[in-house]
Structure formats: C-alpha cells, structure tokens
C-alpha cells in the first residue's frame, strides 16, 4: 500500500513540475531548486547524522557493533529489537526525507537550467 502511495506521489510531483515549468522561467526555476535543494540539505545533513549517532548506540545495546557497519547501515535494521528500532527510526526517515527534498532542488536546477 506504501508502495502505491509512493508512486503517485512521484507522479504527481513531476506533473506539478511539468506545469510549474510552463509558467516560470529557467532562471526562477534554477533559484527555486537551490533553496529547495538547501532546505533539504538543512534537514538530511543533521538528520542522517542523528541516524547514524542513534544506530550505533542502539546496535552497542545490542552486542558488539559490527565492523564498518556505517558503510551498510541499513542492513543492521533487522537485528534492532523493536524498542531500540523506535529510537532510531525517526532520524531515519528525516534524514531520508531530506535528501528526498534535496534531490528534488537537484532535479528543478537541471529542469530550469535545461530551459535557459
């Protein structure tokens, strides 16, 4: 079901944007992307720090921490018990918000660039 809302919501981002682009200019288009792209970059840099602060200290309550286990940290999601997962979930999914909105800024700076 996730799954679904998640395409559609895809989809209709890039609708709005089909039609933003018909009403602006590249040069608007460009300066909308930077801020939107910073305001996601002011939300996933501290949010996947967090993260990743909240991630190591929940598999240390665990056990031993695994080595190089920042370069997969997702793959350490299911040996989390559910109390410990709730500790870290919410970072997880700011800082994967976050960059979700920076990429978007990425996206309307080569949509707005494309069309100088």
């Known amino acids: 079901m996730w799954e679904a809302a998640i395409t559609v919501l895809i989809l209709t981002v890039f609708a709005l944007l089909a039609y933003a682009s018909s009403l602006t200019s590249g040069d608007v288009m460009v300066l909308a992307g930077a801020l939107i792209g910073g305001i996601g970059l002011l939300v996933s840099i501290p949010g996947g720090l967090v993260y990743h602060v909240r991630l190591r200290q929940a ?24 109390d410990l997962w709730r500790k870290v979930r919410p970072s997880f999914v700011a800082g994967a918000a976050g960059f979700g909105v920076f990429l978007l800024g990425a ?3 080569v949509w707005g660039a494309a069309k100088i």
């Open 59 to 82: 598999l240390a309550a665990g056990g031993a921490v695994p080595r190089r286990w920042w370069l997969h940290p997702t793959d350490h999601h299911k040996a989390l018990a559910p």
């Open 107 to 109: 996206l309307l700076i």
